[in-house]
């Protein structure tokens, strides 16, 4: 008995007692021990006892859809769990399992009640005990609550930040094209004005000239509607769309066959494997197929040379656990030219290119990162060694 009066002594809660309220309380408990992975309450069920850890530890969990669960905090020797029940007998808010061999006191709450008639000054011992836990509970939220926001503030300065840094390179972008077709169009109005001026009598042959000039029109305008396809595909990502169920193997095959073999550079061969046990996955499809088609188109443009190398690529999809829920991993890898570290920093930049006299504009991956961290609700992480290639991996919730 006299344990369990020092324990009761040392554990917070009890503290304030004097010596014989906690006898008294030693006397109305009972003492026992429970194995490893003992559930000693559960959440949901209706609570009518307190516990205090005389020896050992437990942890207190959350269940987390099917299998998974969130441990709220792990208490050891001197802790006390379920001392709301001491007064009513109200669902248990969480799971409490013991983690190893555990000594536990429990007091339930008729023993309680009987005691505190005899004992006054248990009363306002648990009344400042329980406000104590309310308040420290109440500051917990608080912080939690403010915590949110701020994060919520600065992914919302983020936001702004990417939006303006993408307007400026939209401009940046756009300026030199329509530049040069201002020149272009000026030179051509020029020699069609000199031309109509009968004093003129000897016309430069500037026939010439005006296909060059036309040509150098055509080419420029033609970038800058390609610029804008892909500012609008941007745009488009941020709409969202329905999520259906889609067959994983046939999506892929389809992402593949948008890769015709005239159109392609260095891609030769792409090997699949799902090994997802559903094969499936519910989620916005035409976002997933554009990010799988700009890892493949990359890998088409950058990681083999048009004439050299075996082209070889490899998309294995599987399952996975992410954020504590089914979820699903590709990996679309390739083993060609690879990225050098520095260059790997900054490849999700908005028109981050190592391409741009390939007529690249450097928008794919800043693509599929909207389409992954947006619609799809993933991660996007790119590895690369120079010289044995790049894998991108996506995870993805399932549903
Ligand atoms: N698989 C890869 N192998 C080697 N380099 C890659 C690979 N994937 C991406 N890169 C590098 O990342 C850069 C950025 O890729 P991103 O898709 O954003 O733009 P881009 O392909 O250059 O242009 P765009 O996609 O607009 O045609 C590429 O220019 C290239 O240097
Ligand atoms: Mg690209």
Redesign the pocket.
Known sequence: MESIVRHLSESLFFQRLGSDELLALAHCGSRFVAPAGAEIIRRGEEGDALFLVLDGGVKVTIPEGQAEEFVVARLGKGSIFGELSLLDSGPRSATVTTVVETTLFMIRRNDFHRLLLRHQGLLAWLLAGLSRRVRESTMARHQDEVSRRLAEAQREIDRHRAVSSMVAGIAHELNAPLGACLTAASMVSGWLAASDDPADEQQPDWRGEVVEATSLLIENISRCCSLVR?FSEIAALQQGEAKTRVDLREMIDGVIGGFSDDRRLGLKEVAVRVDAAEGAWRGCRSQMEQVLT??L???D???YAPDGGDGRAEIVVSDHRWRGGPALRFEVR?F????APD?LLR??DPF?????ER??????????SHAVTGALGGTLA?E?TPGQ??T?TLVVPLA
């Open positions: 892909s700009q890892l188109a990359n890998i443009a950058h990681a390739d060609g030219a690879g990225i260059t490849v999700c981050f290119t190592t391409g741009r007529g690249h504009k450097g928008l794919g991956l800043t693509i599929a790119l690369s290639g790049t991108a």
